[in-house]
T-cell receptor, first 112, second 119 residues
Framework: QKEVEQNSGPLSVPEGAIASLNCTYS??????FFWYRQYSGKSPELIMS????GDKEDGRFTAQLNKASQYVSLLIRDSQPSDSATYLC????????????FGQGTTLQVKP | EPEVTQTPSHQVTQMGQEVILRCVPI?????FYWYRQILGQKVEFLVS????????KSEIFDDQFSVERPDGSNFTLKIRSTKLEDSAMYFC?????????????????FGPGTRLTVL
């Protein structure tokens, strides 16, 4: 079982729609969860972090965490063509270690 | 806005040669990391560094790899004898803390990367 699992996509949505990106993780003691955006040939760019169950909103982005189901998601409202990128889910398992474990990433395509 | 910087952006080397990749983390950050991403694959953790010591390393980070903070600003990754399979993007990242509490202090910010090509 992969430690952090994402559907590689591509996920295709029309401009203005809601894009929903999902991630599951295997280690129940995982503590911190991050979403990064990566454009082709570029480095990961932090979008959101979430640490406790529930929703966290930042502008058009909402991160959702369900520790019981070991599931974290990212919603992008009013999707724009500039949101087209690969979205990486990253998990930190233990306190006091910075090691992030990344998923393979989901490629999002927003069509005008 | 503060950012992580990396040099060079692209490094080409011959197999068996030594390379040093350089990073300048965000100035008030205390934890530093190296990750790599082989083309088409996921981002992989190599090593974390705090208080002039390695705090954690992965199985990838074997004896041919070393890290150093030679002065108050730079953080380097040295690969002693490069192999073809070391060809990848190498990302440096930094954070203020590494866990134990929630919040923005734990967030890791990545530099633009160094593309290493081993021929």
């Amino acid at each position: 079982q992969k430690e952090v699992e994402q559907n590689s996509g591509p996920l295709s949505v029309p401009e203005g729609a809601i894009a929903s990106l999902n991630c599951t993780y295997s280690d129940r003691v995982s503590q911190s969860f991050f979403w990064y955006r990566q454009y082709s040939g570029k480095s990961p760019e932090l979008i959101m972090s979430i640490y406790s169950n529930g929703d966290k909103e930042d502008g058009r982005f909402t991160a959702q965490l369900n520790k019981a189901s070991q599931y974290v998601s990212l919603l992008i409202r009013d999707s724009q063509p500039s949101d087209s990128a690969t979205y990486l889910c990253a998990v930190r398992r233990k306190a006091n270690t910075g090691k992030l474990i990344f998923g393979q990433g989901t490629t999002l395509q927003v069509k005008p | 806005e503060p950012e992580v910087t990396q040099t060079p952006s692209h490094q080409v080397t011959q197999m068996g040669q030594e390379v040093i990749l350089r990073c300048v983390p965000i100035s008030n950050h205390l934890y530093f990391y190296w990750y790599r991403q082989i083309l088409g694959q996921k981002v992989e953790f190599l090593v974390s560094f705090y208080n002039n010591e390695i705090s954690e390393k992965s199985e990838i980070f074997d004896d041919q790899f070393s890290v150093e903070r030679p002065d108050g600003s730079n953080f380097t990754l040295k690969i002693r004898s490069t192999k073809l399979e070391d060809s990848a993007m190498y990302f440096c990242a930094s954070s203020f803390t590494a866990g134990g509490s929630s919040g923005a202090y734990n967030e890791q910010f990545f530099g633009p990367g160094t593309r290493l090509t081993v021929l």
